[in-house]
């Protein structure tokens, strides 16, 4: 059952460094369903139901005094009934799990260090939601200060708390502060009747790691209230871990500028449970499954669509967005370090024992978890970036019937990772943020073709592999990455194509018209392997000038840019029968 123990103030201890095998990215494994020349896209991105129905429907049958307690009439136990192959009311079902699983989490409660161990204390004391704080870095300053955000946990005891430790404690954040509105959103995702897991840590009934085995450690600090906790304090799913990402999901929804460092630190909350040893790795991924369908069952609720509105204006305002400190503390500014903590903990290291056949599933409503990081696309272009972005199948209790459990919402900020068909991406720039600027990072693979269109600029920088092609028909296409543009033709029908990286290669035609401008590096290559057609601009941008230097090969080539832009007094270029040069 969740606890909200009204805490937190500045986050203490360095960043986590976590020693582990790194899942690969899963948006570079084509699905079977990706390679198909014409794929059934509507059928694949179908919701399916669970016996239960659609969670994000039924969420408010998940009641904490226990009325609905059966897979079929609460769905938050119908999302985790995965789990109970391995222990079931009560009762151990597979030993050798349940023996790897305590091995897991006394493995790690042996090698913690003290910053950890420190870390994982305010996690386990201050209050569930302010938690999530030290994920907004620069801006968690503002939000403490705006927000009147408080706790009464500063630093960790050198000898263990008495067991009946229980101090009265402020509000974590108040909802008549300035940034009232993004409390009250956060409250909602966190402490509605609905988001509790009372329920369904009664129906699997799994006790606590520490009590199972004498090789998991209780965190010292906290070990007299664990060996003083109720029987039925159960393990599975965890219910900080559930909160954190209940809570980190909403802070993101609101800030999308840190929508990946948020629910980085909201897996970071549920490793700190197996650090404490109050939980196990199983309960961890069990509650980021369990917080992350009830975010979306709250976000999705016809009844908070206002409070969801509002929480996000606030963040967006100079409350929070527009009060930056960049001396402030950030404890997840390292993308990679995010990226291969995030991906990790989704698993915890367990072998695929399950189907590893199964087809990606995207749960109803799921899209809306994405609505103000990928803006500019619609909800079913967000299913399918959920889609080609999930774990694959067959990892301990993730494959639950609709799909909650292989949603990876770390490489779904980072947008498609597969084309299932023709993709058309509309940027508004005037409307900002992500509207006007974004990345995507992943490496796309597919059939389909990518058209960009609109005022905003995309940036690719995954080595792409999807064939249908390229076309740009308004704003920037920025390229980052020698094979961004992946296998198929290239058509700059209007806008600017921008070569960011010195060495850009297109694998199929490349063709220029009038309205399109061409930007690359003096220092820079473009490879066409197959027939380029000019016109349009190039423009030049800083770098060395070498005589006869080759900006451009091809195979062959028609056609000449109308203009060059960007080159000195007295330097041009010149068209040979496969290249494009530099000439004085």
């Known amino acids: 059952m969740k606890t909200r123990q009204r805490t937190w103030t500045k986050r203490a201890a360095a960043v986590l460094s976590l020693v582990a ?12 369903s990706a390679k198909a020349k014409q794929p059934n ?74 910053s950890e161990m420190e870390r994982a204390y305010f996690s386990d004391r201050r209050d569930l939601r302010y938690n999530l704080i030290s994920g907004l870095g620069p801006y968690a300053p503002a939000f403490i200060k705006n927000a009147n955000a408080q706790t009464n946990y500063l630093s960790m005891p050198s000898t263990p708390l008495p067991a009946n430790y229980s101090p009265k404690n402020p509000k974590w954040a108040t909802q008549d502060s300035q940034l009232g509105d993004l409390v009250k959103l956060v409250d909602v995702a966190e402490g509605s009747p609905y988001s509790g897991i009372n329920s369904p840590k009664h129906y699997v009934a799994m006790p606590r790691p520490y009590r199972l085995s004498k090789a998991v450690k209780p965190l010292p600090a906290v070990e007299n209230i664990m060996a003083h906790a109720k029987p039925d304090s159960f393990d599975l799913p965890s219910g900080h871990t559930t909160a954190a990402f209940d809570s980190g999901i909403a802070f993101a ?47 999705n609720d016809p009844a908070n669509q206002e409070t969801a509105k509002a929480g996000y204006e ?45 087809t990606m599933r995207v749960p109803k409503g799921a899209e809306v978890l994405l609505k103000t990081r990928l803006p500019y696309l619609n909800n079913t272009q967000r299913r399918a970036v959920l889609f080609t972005t999930g774990m694959p199948s067959g990892y301990p209790g993730m494959d639950d019937a609709e799909g909650w459990g292989r949603l990876d919402l770390f490489s779904a900020a980072n947008g498609y990772g597969s084309f299932l068909n023709n993709v058309k991406v509309n940027m508004d720039a005037k409307k900002g943020n992500f509207n006007a600027k974004d990345t995507w990072k992943n490496q796309i693979g597919g059939t389909g073709k990518l058209t960009k269109t609109g005022t905003g600029q995309l940036t690719l920088s995954g080595a792409n592999r999807y064939t249908g092609g390229t076309e740009l028909k308004g704003g920037t296409l920025q390229v980052a990455n020698t094979t961004a543009l992946g296998k198929g033709t290239v058509k700059l029908t209007k806008g600017n194509l921008k ?59 028609t056609g000449k840019f109308k203009h060059v832009n960007g080159l000195p007094k007295g330097w041009h270029i010149v068209y040979t029968k496969h290249a494009v040069k530099l000439a004085k």
């Open 41 to 114: 896209v509507a059928a694949l991105l179908k919701p399916h139901e669970a016996n239960y129905g659609y969670l994000v429907d039924e969420y408010h049958q998940n009641l904490d005094n226990m009325t609905y307690m059966t897979p079929n009439s609460d769905p938050v136990i119908g999302v985790i009934t995965g789990f109970t192959k391995y222990w079931d009311k009560g009762k151990v079902i597979d030993k050798d799990m349940i023996d790897l699983n305590l091995a897991k989490s006394a493995k790690v409660t042996e090698e913690r260090s003290y």
């Open 253 to 299: 929804y609101a800030l999308p500028q840190r929508f990946q460092q948020l629910i980085t630190r909201s897996s970071e909350v549920g490793y700190d449970r197996i650090i404490a040893g109050r939980h196990s790795p199983l309960a961890v991924m069990g509650g980021r499954m369990t917080g992350t369908a009830i975010a979306a069952a709250v976000l």
């Open 21 to 32: 095998v790194t899942l690969p990215m899963v948006t570079n494994v084509t699905t079977a």
């Open 314 to 358: 606030a963040a967006q305002s100079n409350a929070l967005l527009g009060s930056k400190d960049a001396t402030a503390q950030d404890d997840f500014k390292s993308y990679e370090k995010n990226r291969q903590d995030y991906r990790y903990r989704m698993t915890y290291g367990f072998d695929q024992t399950g189907d590893t056949t199964q």
């Open 499 to 557: 070569l960011a990286t010195t060495k850009v290669t297109v694998r199929g035609q490349f063709q220029q018209a009038k309205a399109g401008k061409l930007t690359m590096s003096r220092a820079g290559h473009l490879t066409i392997k197959k027939t380029a057609k000019f016109n349009g601009t190039l423009k030049v941008t800083k770098g060395q000038l070498k005589k006869g230097a080759k900006l451009i090969t091809y195979k062959k080539h």
